[in-house]
């Protein structure tokens, strides 16, 4: 097959573990006869200092007419405190793709669970995805501003059609898994959690198979870290989404494992790994890459059908841990710390 | 000393946990030759079925003019989907006493050490306190409402006065402790954050002794089950404050464990356990009284400054919990289930 991917290395560690990825897109092809054209744009701080821009317009057209996007992360303390900041190519990406449903798969490694900072029987079975709301909530709606010197509003606003879509592809995926989706909100407090239930119930109905539950977020946040074997797919509001999935991270143990897909109902696909730009290991060649790749992992079998190419890619992070390599966010007593490249040598040897 | 305290027992589990609560400060009087005139009041969903409104004017009335208010819980499945919600109660009370800084500390007890979900190694040591916003933020903002069945708006404003307080508190509160003072929000994506930012930093300049770090809620959210032992003072909005404290919880092992006070600039102060109003074991006398107790010893050491007493209280704890008295929650390997009223007699044994 052929297929047209755009890259966004971005910031910090992004063009690093992007290298990483490539390279192991690079293996995927050869062996299985694919095509990958690939066209690298800016985007972030990267972007600003090339263009004054975080989202470029080349960029977002480039990403528009792919057939999906991979982004490295974005952001820097070189850029603290300027007008422009690279995180506002992050949001407006997201928004400008409408990719609504940020699917983020935690699952416990088995040879990671001696670097989780949970007892070892919580995480042996997790195997849970956060379905993340991206383009809306507090995130997005206006009024956003500051007021003179003294006063500052975010808003946290909710049509109801955004809620739909969210929670009809995390329905959807619920029933094809084990068919529970528990539902967090705060609908004791705000006005569009109280909303955010009703869909999630009236939905419900159209999903007889599925068992749902609600849950308070504070909750939430305290369940995950008590029993997350407990949950399979959980959706939410997009800042809760943000704080949960970062949280649930430490199950695997470490954020640099975490993939994310953003998918919207067409159009491209945005595959970014939940670690952020890490600017105190940037340019070290010491950053984890199983992130990023096990999001390119996402890309092949989400946007691209290839179910065989994506198994591959996660079986051979899954022996390459198994083997001990390890950066050193995953470090392990049995072995030595292994650089970005050399954990990725090893995923294309197997 | 003469002291004019209102009980707010409110609903589940809140009747009980007080019930524990007002012996244990018997006890207080005859030992220490105080007299502690007690008056009792409804509040959220008991007060609804008795007058029609979560927060009767009587019960605030008594409040402001008592030294401090003790509160159990309110809410329950009864009064769900019903117009005027319990939680309605508990939110006007804080705004209506003006107590905007909610301290909720959160201290690993040595003998609880095997049911914390996190490692031993990582709870040995922690000892940190949550200043949380209280009376403004996600939770009060307007507007806040429904537009017909198609949407819905929460607001999450500040004044920079709201914050100003609340981190001046955290301030003074990190200089009396270790001096390190930790400010969580969402700065690259909130402008209510900015400003939050902004003021923190302004303030850091009167408390030259205090050391300041800020932090994203997301990472926040992650260090605290990654590291909690790195924390000491954390100061954060409403909402984010209500999500994280709870999770901290699981560093104790329970929620049951842990008290909070609510403070105002003048005026009594509030306290109340962390913990909800826990339908489900509500009326078995199998609720854990330690939250509600410790957070009646916090009000003695804050509102009365009765730090001997406060200092009993927190002792007697301790010893009971290392003489392996247990509720369900806090079961041990060790001892059997104690009730309720079980472990208030333990306490006020010693
Ligand atoms: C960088 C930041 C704007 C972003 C977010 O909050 O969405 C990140 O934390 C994430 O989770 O992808
Ligand atoms: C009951 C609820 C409204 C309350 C809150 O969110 O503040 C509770 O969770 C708490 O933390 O005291």
Redesign the interface.
């Known amino acids: 097959m052929e297929k047209t991917i755009t890259v966004l290395p971005g910031d910090g560690i992004g063009p690093e573990v992007m290298k990483g990825a490539l390279r192991v897109l690079k293996a995927v092809e050869a062996r299985y006869g694919h095509q990958f054209n690939v066209t690298e744009m800016p985007i972030g701080g990267k972007a600003i200092d090339e263009t004054g821009l975080p989202l470029p317009s080349e960029t977002l057209e480039q990403c528009k007419k792919s057939d999906a996007v991979l982004l490295g992360a974005v952001?820097g303390p070189k850029w603290d405190g300027m007008e422009k900041?690279p995180?506002q190519g992050l949001?407006q990406i997201r928004k400008d793709l409408n990719v609504f449903a940020n699917l983020r798969p935690v699952k416990a490694f088995a040879s990671l669970g001696d670097i989780s900072?949970?007892?070892p029987e919580?995480i042996e079975n997790v195997d849970l995805i956060f379905v993340r709301e991206l383009t809306g909530g507090?995130?997005f709606?206006q009024p956003?501003?500051?007021t003179g010197?003294?006063?500052?509003?975010?808003?946290?606003?909710?049509?109801?059609?955004e809620i739909e879509r969210v929670v009809k592809k995390a329905f959807e995926i619920a029933a094809s898994r084990s068919g529970k989706l528990t539902s967090v909100d705060?609908a004791?407090?705000?006005?569009?959690s109280?909303?955010w239930r009703e869909v999630v119930n009236e939905m419900a109905k159209s999903f007889p198979e599925v068992k749902v539950e609600h849950m308070l977020?504070?909750?939430a946040?305290?369940q995950?870290?008590?029993?997350p074997g407990q949950f399979d797919v959980i959706v939410t509001e997009n800042?809760?989404g943000?704080?949960?999935?970062?949280?649930a991270?430490?199950i695997t143990g470490s954020?640099g494992m975490l993939a994310s897909a953003s998918v919207s109902e067409e159009g491209p696909g945005l595959y970014e790994p939940v670690h952020g730009s890490a600017p105190d290991i940037a340019g070290k060649n010491a950053a984890n890459p199983l992130g990023m790749v096990l999001s390119t992992a996402m890309m092949l079998r989400h946007s691209f059908h290839m179910n065989d190419e994506a198994d591959a890619i996660e079986m051979a992070v899954q022996e390459v841990l198994n083997a001990n390599y390890r950066t050193s966010d995953i470090e392990s007593k049995k072995g030595r710390i292994s650089t970005t490249d050399e954990m990725v040598d090893q995923l294309i040897y197997r």
Chains 1, 2 share one sequence.
Do not use: C, Q, W
Request: charged share 35%; glycine share 2%; proline share 2%.
């Open positions: 952001g900041r995180e949001l900072p949970l007892k919580l507090l995130y709606a956003k501003r500051r010197n003294e006063e500052a509003v975010d808003t946290l606003y909710y049509h109801r059609n705060k004791n407090v705000l006005e569009s109280k909303l977020v504070d909750n946040a305290m995950l870290v008590r029993n800042m809760f943000d704080i949960l999935s970062d949280e991270s430490m954020l």
